[in-house]
C-alpha cells in the first residue's frame, strides 16, 4: 500500500491532486460555456446563480446530436452490444463434447437477455446520455453503479484522478456535499462532537478509491477526516464500480480531451459573430424619426398622431434614422452559414438514417447505418474498452449475487463487444462478399461454368461469420452430406430395381391371366 495514500487524508490527497486538474477543468468550462452551460459549473455556482447564455444553438444541438448517436452505438435497443462465449480450457473440454455444445450456447444467451432486461429496468441509458454529455465536452466523466439502484453520474468538478504511464487507473477521490443526517449516527455523532463543526453547513463526503495491487482496489468514504466503517471494502479491477471514462485519450496525461475542444476555434467565432448579428439586427431594427430644428411640423404632434390623422406640416421636416449597415451584415450572415455547416460535419448533423424521399429502400437504409457507425467508429474504441466491457461485468457480478443468474465458473466465460468496431468490420467483410457474389453472378452470364469455381460450403460460412451466426450444427458437415447423397442414392437404385422388377413381373402377369388352351 502507498504512503501517500495512506499518510494523508482523502481531503488532503483531493486538494493535491485538484492542481494537475486546473487546466483540463478551466478547458472543460470554455467549452461547456459556448454548448451547454449547465454540464460545467463555474466555481462559486449556486442555485441563485444566472448562467452564460450563448447566442447560437449549433453547439448544444451538435452536443446532443453525437450523444445520442453515440448511445445508440453503446447500448443499442432491443438487442445486447456483447455476446458471451466460452474461453480457456472449458472451450476444449466442449469441444470434445458436441453434444452439450447447445445446451451451452443456449444457456449463454439467455444470460445475455437477462443482463439486456437489468439494463432496460435500471434506465442506464438515462445516465449513460448525460455521461455521453460530459464527455463529448468536457472529455471526462465519473460514473458509478452502486450495488442498487440506477448509475451516478459526476462531472469533472466534482473528482480527480491518477493515471500511470499507461493510462490505467491509480487513485480517484470525488467530493460530494450532502446532509449530516444522511450518514451513519455513529459517525455523524463523531463528528458534531468536534468545535469546528458549524451546524448550518453541509458535510464534504469524499470518497477515496486506489489501487492496491495489478488486480485489487480500495474504496473507503471520510467526512470531516472519519472514515465511515460502512464503506470500506476491495473490488477487483474487473468489478470497479468507479470508471473514470475519456473520450480522447493522451499519452502521459491523467484526464482525457473533450471533442468540443478540437472544434473550440469555429465554435467562438461563430458566437462572436451570432452576438454580433443578434445586436446589429437590434439596433438596425430600432426606429427613429427625425424633426429639423425650426421646423412647421411639431414633435408633438407627430408623435401622438395615429394612423390616419391630419396634422399640419411638411414631409421635408421629417426624416427616418437608418444604420445602413445590410451589406455587412450580409458578409456576417455568409460567415455564419460557413461555420454552421463545418460544425454541422463536425458533429454529425447533416448525417441522417432516411433520407428525405417519397421511397426510401432498405438498402439506403442500411448503408445510411453503416455510414453513421463508419464515423463514430474512432471514439467509439475507448469507451468500448472502459464503459461497455466493465459495465458487463459489473452487471453480471450483482445480478450474479442477487441470484438473478446463475454463477459462472471463473475465468470460463468471457463477454466480447458486438456493436461499434467489431461490427464495423464484419459488415465490411460482409458488404465486400456481397459485391464479390454480384460480379460472379454478371460473369455466370456471359460463362457459367464460372459459378462452377465457387465452394459453396466455404461461401455459406463466411456469410454466416460476416452475419455474427455460429455455424456449428446448422450447417450440414461433409460427412452428412455424403451420407446423404450415399442414401438417396441407395433410394435410387431401389426404386430402378422396384421399377425393373414391375417391367418384368407385368408379361408374366399378363400371360396367367389369359385362358389356356384346352
Do not use: W
Amino acid at each position: 500500500m502507498d504512503n501517500n495514500f495512506t499518510q494523508h487524508t482523502a481531503k488532503e490527497r483531493y486538494f493535491k491532486l485538484q492542481e494537475n486538474r486546473e487546466h483540463f477543468l478551466d478547458r472543460a468550462e470554455e467549452c461547456a460555456e459556448i454548448t451547454i452551460p449547465s454540464l460545467i459549473q463555474p466555481d462559486g455556482f449556486t442555485t441563485s446563480s444566472d448562467l452564460y447564455t450563448p447566442f447560437q444553438s449549433v453547439g448544444a444541438r451538435g452536443v446532443n446530436n453525437l450523444a445520442s448517436k453515440l448511445l445508440l452505438l453503446l447500448l443499442p435497443p432491443n438487442s445486447p452490444f456483447f455476446r458471451l462465449s466460452i474461453a480457456g480450457k472449458a472451450k476444449e473440454d466442449l469441444s470434445e463434447r458436441v453434444e452439450l455444445k447447445t445446451e451451452v450456447e443456449k444457456s449463454l444467451a439467455t444470460i445475455e437477455r437477462e443482463v439486456t432486461n437489468k439494463i432496460e429496468q435500471l434506465a442506464l441509458r438515462v445516465s449513460v446520455f448525460e455521461a455521453l454529455k460530459h464527455l463529448i465536452v468536457s472529455g471526462n466523466v465519473l460514473t458509478y453503479l452502486p450495488k442498487k439502484g440506477s448509475m451516478r453520474v459526476f462531472p469533472l468538478s466534482q473528482y480527480v484522478v491518477q493515471r500511470d504511464s499507461s493510462g490505467n487507473v491509480c487513485e480517484i477521490i470525488v467530493q460530494e456535499k450532502m446532509s449530516i443526517m444522511s450518514l451513519d449516527k455513529n459517525v455523524a455523532s463523531e463528528i458534531t462532537s468536534d468545535p469546528d463543526y458549524k451546524k448550518d453547513s453541509e458535510i464534504e463526503l469524499y470518497t477515496h478509491v486506489y489501487k492496491l495491487d495489478d488486480s485489487k482496489f480500495y474504496v473507503c468514504q471520510e467526512a470531516n477526516g472519519v472514515k465511515i466503517p460502512s464503506s470500506i471494502g476491495t473490488f477487483t479491477k474487473e468489478r470497479m464500480p468507479y470508471q473514470a471514462l475519456r473520450m480522447i485519450r493522451v499519452d502521459n496525461e491523467d484526464y482525457g480531451r473533450g471533442y468540443v475542444e478540437e472544434f473550440l476555434g469555429d465554435l467562438k467565432s461563430l458566437e462572436g459573430l451570432s452576438q454580433s448579428l443578434v445586436e446589429s439586427a437590434a439596433a438596425s431594427s430600432k426606429v427613429v424619426f427625425l424633426v429639423r430644428p425650426n421646423a412647421v411640423t411639431r414633435k408633438k404632434d407627430l408623435s401622438l398622431s395615429r394612423n390616419g390623422d391630419i396634422i399640419t406640416g411638411s414631409a421635408e421636416d421629417v426624416s427616418v434614422l437608418q444604420a445602413n449597415k445590410q451589406f455587412d451584415l450580409q458578409v456576417v450572415e455568409r460567415m455564419i452559414q460557413k461555420l454552421e455547416e463545418r460544425l454541422s460535419f463536425a458533429f454529425l448533423l447533416h448525417t441522417a438514417i432516411q433520407r428525405q424521399a417519397e421511397r426510401v429502400t432498405a438498402q439506403e437504409i442500411r448503408y445510411m447505418a453503416e455510414q453513421l457507425e463508419t464515423a463514430m467508429g474512432g471514439i467509439y474504441s475507448l469507451l468500448s474498452q472502459e464503459f461497455q466491457l466493465p459495465l458487463v461485468s459489473i452487471l453480471m457480478k450483482r445480478m450474479e449475487q442477487a441470484n438473478e443468474i446463475p454463477s459462472l465458473p471463473k475465468g470460463a466465460v468471457q463477454p466480447t463487444i458486438i456493436t461499434g468496431i467489431e461490427a464495423l468490420g464484419r459488415g465490411n467483410d460482409l458488404q465486400k462478399l456481397r459485391e464479390f457474389v454480384a460480379e460472379i453472378g454478371n460473369l455466370a452470364q456471359i460463362n457459367p461454368a464460372v459459378v462452377q469455381s465457387l465452394n459453396p460450403e466455404d461461401l455459406i460460412k463466411r456469410i454466416a461469420t460476416g452475419l455474427g451466426i455460429d455455424t456449428d450444427g446448422l450447417i450440414k458437415s461433409q460427412e452428412q452430406l455424403a451420407q446423404e447423397q450415399a442414401a438417396q442414392e441407395e433410394q435410387m437404385q431401389n426404386e430402378q430395381m422396384m421399377q425393373m422388377a414391375e417391367k418384368a413381373v407385368a408379361p408374366v402377369a399378363g400371360n396367367l391371366s389369359k385362358p389356356q388352351p384346352q
